[in-house]
DNA sequence: TATTGTTATACTCTATAACTATA
DNA sequence: TATAGTTATAGAGTATAACAATA
């Protein structure tokens, strides 16, 4: 996963339809090298897969994480107003919520004012549980730091402060 | 997509079961903020709707992209190779090269020195192909470009150089 | 025994469309 | 008519397991 050994210069070529047997680092990237989109991909699945980690004792993901989270800081939202924030499918939605619910984690309640939303708050248990979600999820940010650096991980969060 | 408008500092309250009809902005990410992978991820989700789209007449997509680039620079190579090296499953490797292959992008030739093992290459027309695939996601880096920044995007790429 | 490519299954995620009950 | 929540489906993508051929 940490990649980018020497480059050997002078490349094995292939020989009349012999596979070539080398070691993953020799192979070169070429294009993909300097394109953002490929490292931001492969990091964010070294993200994704330390989350999933670290929050694996309590089974919460990223994107549970992110609903749960943006419940606690604003109760009472509708489920669109949740799917629009947070960039999800209402579709989606609306499994994530019943998983969450069956987990006594969240509750939907029929809003008096607009008899088709629900609001979204946690209940009582869901908020102790998120308290304790936010401290490893704490733990894992802890991890990203160490992988890229404390300064890096700044400045990464700074140049993509737009996107959130 | 671009978000965090001035933040209301007294924030409205859910009132008896009545869902929240406020706007996207006012909705706060709370711990979220300050979370690499949350920003990560949904830049991630930008990068490559624009390459999509970018790359959308041609129909290649961002891992069909990376898979014709490092054959075309490694020809020769091993399926377990290139999927080692691409973080990809070889059993979702085979479906890919199946659909690159009847698009004659690619072809499998048998390895002679080990008969289990097919050796990857372009096709005359993949490398042809690959070239104007190359032009065009050159076309979408300078989307990134436009939407971060030439230094952001530089200082990202540094940042993220390890997990090619 | 181990590895390469393959097939198959299951679960996550994204993208739609259509339905219902409300507005 | 339009919107909120729901259900359903299809296609990517990820994660496994198992199998045949070969090493």
Same mark, same amino acid.
């Given at each position: !996963?940490? &990649?980018? &050994?020497?480059?050997?210069?002078?490349?094995?070529? @292939?020989?009349?339809?012999?596979? #070539? #047997?080398?070691?993953?680092?020799?192979?070169? $990237?070429? &294009?993909?090298?300097?394109?953002?989109?490929?490292?931001?991909? #492969?990091?964010? =699945?070294? =993200?994704?897969? *330390?989350?999933? +980690? /670290?929050?694996?004792?309590?089974? =919460?993901?990223?994107?549970?994480?992110?609903? $749960?989270?943006?419940?606690?800081?604003?109760?009472?939202?509708?489920? !669109?107003?949740?799917?629009?924030?947070?960039?999800? %499918? #209402?579709?989606?939605?609306?499994?994530?919520? *019943?998983?969450?619910?069956?987990?006594?984690?969240? +509750?939907?309640? +029929?809003? +008096?004012?607009?008899?088709?939303?629900?609001?979204?708050?946690?209940? @009582?248990?869901?908020?102790?549980?998120?308290?304790?979600?936010?401290?490893?999820?704490?733990?894992? %940010?802890?991890?990203?730091? %160490?992988? =890229?650096?404390?300064?890096?991980?700044?400045? $990464?969060?700074?140049?993509?402060?737009?996107? /959130?």
């Amino acid at each position: !996963m940490t &990649a980018s &050994a020497a480059q050997t210069p002078q490349r094995k070529r @292939a020989v009349n339809g012999a596979a #070539r #047997r080398i070691d993953t680092d020799e192979i070169g $990237l070429d &294009a993909l090298v300097g394109h953002a989109g490929y490292a931001v991909r #492969r990091f964010q =699945i070294w =993200i994704f897969q *330390d989350f999933i +980690k /670290t929050l694996g004792d309590v089974d =919460i993901r990223p994107t549970q994480y992110s609903v $749960l989270t943006v419940i606690g800081a604003n109760p009472g939202l509708s489920q !669109m107003a949740v799917a629009k924030r947070l960039g999800i %499918e #209402r579709a989606r939605l609306v499994h994530l919520l *019943d998983s969450l619910e069956q987990r006594k984690l969240v +509750k939907r309640i +029929k809003s +008096k004012s607009d008899r088709r939303s629900h609001a979204l708050h946690l209940t @009582a248990q869901g908020e102790t549980a998120l308290t304790k979600f936010k401290r490893l999820a704490a733990e894992h %940010e802890r991890h990203v730091e %160490e992988k =890229i650096g404390k300064a890096n991980r700044e400045r $990464l969060l700074q140049i993509l402060a737009g996107f /959130t």
